[in-house]
Structure formats: C-alpha cells, structure tokens
C-alpha cells in the first residue's frame, strides 16, 4: 500500500501560483490513480483533480478548471498540482489521495482509502 506526502503549500497573493507534489512511498506507483482534494475551515473536503495512474486520463472540478492542473511522474513517484490565478477562496488544506474503490466517484472523498497529511495554502486578498 503507498503511503503519501504532500508539500509546496504556503502563502502566497492574489492571483500567483503553487505547486503542490504528492509523493508516493511503496510499490506500484503507476498502477494507481491519484486525487486532489481540499477542504477549507468549517467545510467540506472536496476533490479537485484527478489523474490516472498511467496519466492518459485527468478531471477536474469546475473550480480548478483554466487555472489548475494535475500530472504525475512515475519515475518520480510524484503527482502534482500546479495552481495557477490563486483566489482567496483557494484557501484550504489541500490533501492528495491514491488506492480509489472500485466504481466510486473520484470527487468523492469517501471512495479513497489512502491520504496523505496535507499541506495549507492560504492565498491573500
């Protein structure tokens, strides 16, 4: 089972950019699909973006799209989120997720098993 790490948040103005990575520990790395989510205070976690484990297939919430994208390496082990025209309502923890259960929704947090810690972003008026 992959184990995950986020990093690259932080705090950053109104209209700039962020790289968020996920990196994966474990084996099989490439056969996995990979979530984004975030979840602001006091709401919901949401998905964000999805990328398959072979990246020929991505999604996207409607808030991410234009300005978000999502891709991995598998050399690496990496999955990214590259955050583009930050808005404050972009503030969140933003979290990445892999091992996603059979005919679920990607957006839906509840079809994920594995999540990593998170990384914060919070982006200024």
């Known amino acids: 089972q992959l184990q995950l790490v986020e990093s690259g948040g932080g705090l950053v103005q109104r209209g700039g950019s962020l790289r968020l990575s996920c990196a994966a520990s474990?084996?099989?790395?490439?056969?996995?699909?990979i979530g984004w989510f975030r979840q602001a205070p006091g709401k919901e976690r949401e998905g964000i973006a999805y990328?398959?484990?072979?990246?020929?297939?991505?999604k996207y919430a409607d808030s991410a799209k234009g300005r978000f994208t999502i891709s991995r390496d598998n050399a690496r082990n990496t999955v990214y989120l590259q955050m583009n025209i930050l808005k404050p309502d972009d503030t969140a923890d933003y979290y990445c997720?892999?091992?996603?259960?059979?005919?679920?929704?990607?957006?839906?947090?509840?079809?994920?098993?594995?999540w990593g810690q998170g990384t914060q972003v919070t982006v200024s008026p």
């Open positions: 997720a892999c091992d996603q259960t059979y005919g679920t929704t990607w957006y839906d947090p509840a079809s994920w098993l594995v």
């Open positions: 990328i398959s484990g072979d990246g020929g297939q991505v």
């Open positions: 474990g084996r099989n790395f490439e056969l996995y699909g």
